[in-house]
C-alpha cells in the first residue's frame, strides 16, 4: 500500500499517483538537507512553547541528526511508494521518535514544509552560483589588466566603428556580472525570508513562536503574513530565475563573441586544440562548441521567468498544485548555469589573443573619429572636422593618426579596473 501523510481508508488510483507525483521524488532529494534543518528548528520552537516535552524533542533531534547523516553519506533515498522527501523524513523520525514523531507535524502544513525548504535551498544554490560569479568576475579582471595593450577593433551594426582593446572588452563582462549580481543579492534577500508557521497558508491556533524559528534557521526576517507567505511560493523561484537569467544573459553574449572572434574570418583570438572539436569530414576543423553550448543552454535560462510566469500567473491567492512544477522548470536550470559558469572559468584563462590585429589595412578607418577628434582640439569645430574628416576618407586621403589617447575613465588608456572591482566587492556583501 502507497504510503502518504494525508490518506485514509481508500488508496489511490495508480494512475492519478503517478501523474501527480510526477519528477517530485527525483528534485526532492535536493531539499532532503533543507526539510531537516527547518524540521529541527520547528521540534525545538514546539518544545519552547510547551508542545513537546523535552524527552520527545531529545528523540527527534536524535533522529534528525541520524537522517541528516545518511543523506551527507548519500545513503538516505525515498522509499518506493513514498509520496516525497517531506513524508520519508517523518516516515523515519515515527520509527525511531515513536509517538514523537507523530507530533512533528503540529503547527504546520506540508505547504509550509516545502516552501520553508525550497527557500533554503534557493538560498544555498545562490550563495553556490555567487561564488562561482566571482571566480569569473576574477578571471576577467585579470585577463583585463594582463591584456590591456592589445588594441581590438570595435563594431557598431557588424561595421568597423572605434579602437577597442582586449583590456576594455574583457572588463566588460567583468562589470556586467558586477549588474548581475545586484539581482543575485536581490533574490537572495526574497528567498531569506521565513514562511515557517503560515501552515496551509493561514496560521494555526497552536501558539507558535515564529520569531524564534527565524532565528534558529538563519533567516534574515519573517514572511509575516500567512497568506503573503504561501504566495511567495512560486514568486520566489521567479525571482531567483530572473538572476539566473542576466548571469546567463551575460554568459551568452560573451560566447557570442568567443565563437566570431575565433572564426578564420576574424582571427581575434584562439584556444588550444584540446578544448575545441573536429569535424567528421573536414579535417581543418576546431570548432568552439563548449561556447556553443553555453550560448544556447544560457538562452534556454533565460527563458525561466517567462516559463514560471506562464505557470503561476493565473492563479489567485493560496496553494495550487501547478506549484509542484516550478521544480522541473528552475533545478534542471540552476544546475545548467553552474555547469555554465565552471567551463568558461576553466577554458577562458587558456585563450590566447592575436597581438598585431589592427595592423591590417582594412583597420584604417577605425581611426577616423581620433583622426577628427585631433582636429576638433587645434581649433576646427566639430562639424567641419567631421566633414573634413569624410572627405579625406573618400579621396584616399585619411591617414591614421599615430597613437591614442582615451584618456577618461573607463577607456582604452584608464580601463577603471579598481572602480569595478570595488563594484563588485560593494554588492557582493549583500550575500553576507
Excluded at 521565513?194 to 501552515?199: F, Q, R, T
Excluded at 572564426?263 to 569535424?279: A, K, M, R, V, Y
Aim: charge should be neutral; include cysteine; proline fraction near 3%.
Amino acid at each position: 500500500m502507497s504510503k502518504k501523510l494525508w490518506q485514509k481508508d481508500i488508496e489511490v488510483n495508480k494512475l492519478i499517483e503517478q501523474f501527480t507525483v510526477g519528477r517530485d521524488t527525483e528534485f526532492d532529494m535536493l531539499l532532503a538537507e533543507h526539510d531537516v534543518i527547518a524540521s529541527r528548528a520547528h521540534a525545538k520552537m514546539l518544545e519552547k512553547v510547551k508542545l513537546l516535552s523535552k524527552e520527545e524533542l531529545k528523540k527527534l533531534l536524535t533522529g534528525l541528526d541520524s537522517i541528516e547523516k545518511q543523506i551527507k553519506k548519500g545513503l538516505f533515498k525515498i522509499e518506493d511508494g513514498v509520496e516525497d522527501v517531506h513524508s520519508q523524513i517523518e516516515m523515519q523520525l515515527t520509527r525511531t521518535a515513536g509517538e514523537a514523531g507523530k507530533k512533528i507535524h503540529m503547527g504546520r502544513s506540508r505547504n509550509d514544509q516545502v516552501l520553508t525548504a525550497i527557500k533554503l535551498y534557493l538560498r544555498s544554490e545562490l550563495v553556490a552560483i555567487s561564488k562561482q560569479v566571482e571566480e569569473l568576475f576574477n578571471v576577467f579582471i585579470e585577463l583585463s589588466e594582463k591584456h590591456k595593450e592589445v588594441l581590438l577593433p570595435g563594431y557598431t551594426h557588424f561595421q568597423i566603428a572605434m579602437p577597442s582593446s582586449f583590456g576594455l572588452w574583457l572588463g566588460a563582462y567583468a562589470e556586467s556580472l558586477c549588474d548581475d549580481m545586484e539581482l543575485m543579492v536581490a533574490a537572495y534577500n526574497i528567498c531569506n525570508k521565513n514562511p515557517l508557521g503560515s501552515a496551509a497558508g493561514y496560521g494555526s491556533s497552536f501558539p507558535l513562536d515564529r520569531k524564534y524559528t527565524t532565528e534558529l534557521i538563519g533567516f534574515s526576517q519573517l514572511n509575516v503574513n500567512s497568506v503573503y507567505a504561501q504566495m511567495t511560493r512560486g514568486k520566489s523561484e521567479k525571482a531567483v530565475a530572473i538572476a539566473m537569467a542576466s548571469v546567463a544573459h551575460t554568459l551568452s553574449k560573451f560566447s557570442y563573441d568567443i565563437c566570431l572572434y575565433l572564426s578564420q574570418n576574424f582571427g581575434f583570438i584562439s584556444f588550444p586544440e584540446e578544448l575545441t572539436t573536429g569535424s567528421s569530414i573536414m579535417p581543418h576543423k576546431k570548432n568552439p562548441d563548449v561556447f556553443e553550448l553555453v550560448r544556447g543552454k544560457c538562452n534556454i535560462i533565460q527563458g525561466v521567468p517567462n516559463q514560471l510566469t506562464l505557470l503561476t500567473n493565473n492563479l489567485p491567492s493560496g496553494y495550487h498544485r501547478e506549484m509542484q512544477l516550478t521544480k522541473e522548470t528552475l533545478f534542471p536550470a540552476i544546475q545548467q548555469l553552474k555547469d555554465c559558469l565552471s567551463i568558461i572559468a576553466f577554458a577562458l584563462p587558456q585563450m590566447k589573443v592575436n597581438s598585431t590585429i589592427l595592423e591590417d589595412e582594412k583597420y584604417t578607418y577605425l581611426y577616423s573619429v581620433d583622426a577628427l577628434n585631433e582636429l576638433v582640439k587645434k581649433g576646427m569645430s566639430f562639424r567641419d572636422a567631421y566633414k573634413k574628416t569624410g572627405m579625406d576618407i573618400k579621396q584616399g586621403k585619411f591617414e591614421r593618426p599615430q597613437k591614442l589617447t582615451h584618456t577618461h575613465i573607463g577607456s582604452i588608456n584608464n580601463l577603471g579596473t579598481d572602480l569595478i572591482r570595488q563594484q563588485f566587492r560593494k554588492v557582493m556583501k549583500g550575500m553576507d
